[in-house]
């Protein structure tokens, strides 16, 4: 009966050594069990500045954008953002001719809405994003740049843009990336300007600063 009473201590003495030199949580052996829901997950956030080329009314356009997004887990974004846009860049002595001509018609606006954007392998040095935006914004034409500054809203659209970003981790806060996307949008009902003259590709870079 001693025996078999010392045999019992030995081995339950045994198998809780081995359980505690083998279960690591979190250390170089990581056996924590893995589940669906996790409690404990590393989000984050970003800012971004965009500039790009666009067609716009078959004329050489220029965009601007920013956004604003919250990071979940790494793999998936949402939050707010807008864009600029104005064409006829002969117009201003910056297109390919660089004419300056203030007798055209030009057409200059924006757009915001909300921003969603599932991201391919977040933690690999090089990887992709599908960023979306769902959104509404406005236009306007004119006919001189030196009183761009009183041209006025000609009409409203609903838009919808997805691209696809190449991004470069720089460091754990910046990132590079260079896009191209569609953006479609519903028609336009302005004197002079084509009703699909929004509906074009784009293609930019983008900076994102954050703690991704």
Known sequence: MKTFLAATIIFFTGCN???QE???IGGDHDQEIKTIFKKEK???????FSAGYSPIDKKDGLTFGAR???IMDHFFSFGVGGAGFINELDAMGLGFYSESNNNVTSLAGGYGGIILEPILLPLKPVHLSFPILIG???AGAFKNYDYFSTYYVDDFFWVVEPQA???INFTRW???AVYAGYRYTSELDIADI??????SYSVGATIKMGMF
């Open 17 to 19: 050594l081995f359980a």
């Open 22 to 24: 083998n279960i690591v």
């Open 42 to 48: 590393r989000d984050g956030f970003y800012g971004a």
């Open 68 to 70: 604003g997004c919250w």
């Open 136 to 138: 509404a914004g406005a």
């Open 165 to 167: 970003e190449l991004e």
């Open 174 to 176: 910046l990132r590079f």
């Open 194 to 199: 084509s009703k699909d003259a929004l509906r």
